[in-house]
């Protein structure tokens, strides 16, 4: 399976909003609701932000919302903080035959 | 509190195989899935396999079948994952995840361990 595609890079000022996508294929994104959102800080391990397309995991601020339309699902960080900068990666679901998952390439967000 | 605990850092040559070790606690080790993700230094991340804990059923990434081996010690809540033949493309920060509680696997992974590093260099 082939990396989903993000946009390398996103920017916004405090306060703002920002929408990241993630595009796949009908095999991955498209075809199953199980699109989930990572945040990593330099040298830290990965946070869950969201989880089954929208579904946000206790302790996530609800300024992360998640949301899917055909084979691109999207994160969106509302009302931006300086601590919301950071790489951002999706991953899908990709089994078909087997169980896979996919991840994105990652977003590097930054709060100007 | 929920954790996984990771095992140390390791330096391998090319060609040798290398065993990380995830230790869990503060939950059921054996209700929920737990998956291998990797780093490679600058890099996005990389789904590995996951591996049953109540069963010991595995799944790998294509890529890695027929090098990568996930186990499970059930006595001591560890899983296992052992890469063989490495190359120095394998050099990367390896982690253990745990699977979403969930009816099925593949949701997300919200528990992550500390993450080993694993350096492949003659």
């Known amino acids: 399976q082939s990396a989903l595609t993000q946009p390398p890079s996103a920017s916004g000022s405090p306060g703002q909003s920002v929408t990241i996508s993630c595009t796949g294929t009908s095999s991955d994104v498209g075809g199953y609701n199980y699109v989930s959102w990572y945040q990593q800080h330099p040298g830290k391990a990965p946070k869950l932000m969201i989880y089954e397309v929208s579904k946000r995991p206790s302790g996530v601020p609800d300024r992360f919302s998640g949301s899917k339309s055909g084979n691109t699902a999207s994160l969106t960080v509302s009302g931006l903080q300086a601590e919301d900068e950071a790489d951002y990666y999706c991953?899908?679901?990709?089994?078909?035959?087997?169980?896979?998952?996919?991840f994105g390439g990652g977003t590097k967000l930054t709060v100007l | 509190q929920v954790q996984l605990v990771q095992s140390g850092a390791e330096v391998k040559k090319p060609g040798a195989s290398v065993k990380v070790s995830c230790k869990a606690s503060g939950y059921t080790f054996t209700s929920y899935y737990m998956h291998w993700v990797r780093q490679a230094p600058g890099q996005g991340l990389e789904w590995m396999g996951i591996?049953?804990?109540?069963?010991?059923?595995?799944s790998y990434a294509q890529k890695f079948q027929g090098r990568v081996t996930m186990t499970r010690d059930t006595s001591t809540s560890t899983v296992y994952m052992e890469l063989s033949s490495l190359r120095s493309e394998d050099t990367a920060v390896y982690y253990c995840?745990?699977?979403?509680?969930?009816?099925?696997?593949?949701?997300?992974?919200?528990?992550w361990g500390q993450g080993t590093m694993v350096t492949v260099s003659s």
């Open positions: 995840a745990r699977e979403v509680p969930s009816e099925v696997a593949g949701t997300g992974f919200d528990i």
């Open positions: 591996i049953n804990p109540s069963g010991g059923s595995t």
């Open positions: 991953s899908s679901y990709a089994g078909s035959n087997n169980f896979d998952v996919v």
